[in-house]
């Protein structure tokens, strides 16, 4: 293990923005909390909003963009399905203010380095895009895997992994080629936490030393997670407080999952 400063990144997903004062109430308070705690970055893991149309999606974005602006942290946004149900990847991004960004990247913070992929393609290799899709056969293409693969091996840090679908296990929730995925992961030794949404329930697994937690939705009164990084290694804070000194280890989310 590095010597990790420690680092904490709030977490929110499946927020479902649609425009109404609850969804706006509640992702203003969500981001009040993370500011007001002194959260170091922050990642939205997809589904950021639910729309009707092309021009409906691009609003509801800016919308969750200037929401969040309210952070003053470095931001990372990841697609989800419901995201690109009306619009393109690319799309997404432009309308977040984000343009250029790509759906799969990764980052370094306190002696970590985060990966987020993007399970957002079907089986045939196609990315999702304008709703032709259906989600319950998400995707990580082999082509996507060999780059997880690289950024895995070029790693002198830990690594945290975040993706929108389920990884863990067989699921409706999770991309068709789970397995694959949690090989290249195993495979690495260098794994130790994945941080996914999509569910909407709170989850934990644990599997050959990695934690897969999975993340209730926002949308359904869920609070900001945070993720506590440090020498001692990977801390989940669910429904955090500005207030709370500690979270709770991955040991303890046993008897209570993330």
């Given amino acids: 293990m590095s010597s990790a400063i420690q680092t904490r990144i709030g977490l929110l997903t499946d927020i479902h923005y649609d425009g109404g004062c609850p969804a706006m109430n509640r992702l203003y308070d969500a981001i009040a909390l993370l500011k007001a705690g002194g959260v170091d970055a922050l990642v939205v893991m997809g589904d950021l ?3 009707e149309g092309e021009a409906h999606a691009k609003r509801l974005l800016q919308e969750v963009a200037a929401l969040c602006d309210a952070y003053t942290g470095p931001t990372y946004f990841m697609p989800g399905n419901h995201d690109l149900d009306h619009i393109s990847k690319a799309e997404f991004y432009n309308a977040l203010g984000h343009a250029g960004n790509a759906a799969r990247f990764d980052f370094e913070t306190g002696g970590y380095k985060i990966i987020c ?8 290799g196609n990315a999702y895009e304008l709703g032709n899709f259906e989600w319950q056969k998400a995707f990580v293409p082999e082509e996507q895997l060999d780059w997880l693969r690289g950024r895995l091996a070029a790693s002198l840090l830990p690594v945290v992994v975040i993706s929108h679908q389920r990884i863990d296990k067989e699921s409706s929730y999770a991309v068709r080629n789970h397995a694959d995925v949690r090989d290249v992961l195993f495979l690495s030794d260098k794994v130790k936490a994945v941080l996914q949404g999509h569910n909407h329930e709170d989850d934990l697994i644990q599997a050959k030393g990695v934690s897969f937690y999975t993340l209730s939705a926002h949308a359904d009164d869920a609070g900001p997670a945070v993720m506590q990084l440090d020498s001692k290694g990977v801390r989940l804070i ?20 993330a």
């Fill in 117 to 124: 992929i993007d399970g957002n393609f079907s089986p045939n």
């Fill in 238 to 257: 669910r429904d955090y407080e500005p207030s709370f000194s500690s979270g709770v280890t991955e040991e303890a989310n046993e008897n209570n999952p």
């Fill in 49 to 51: 909003v639910n729309a």
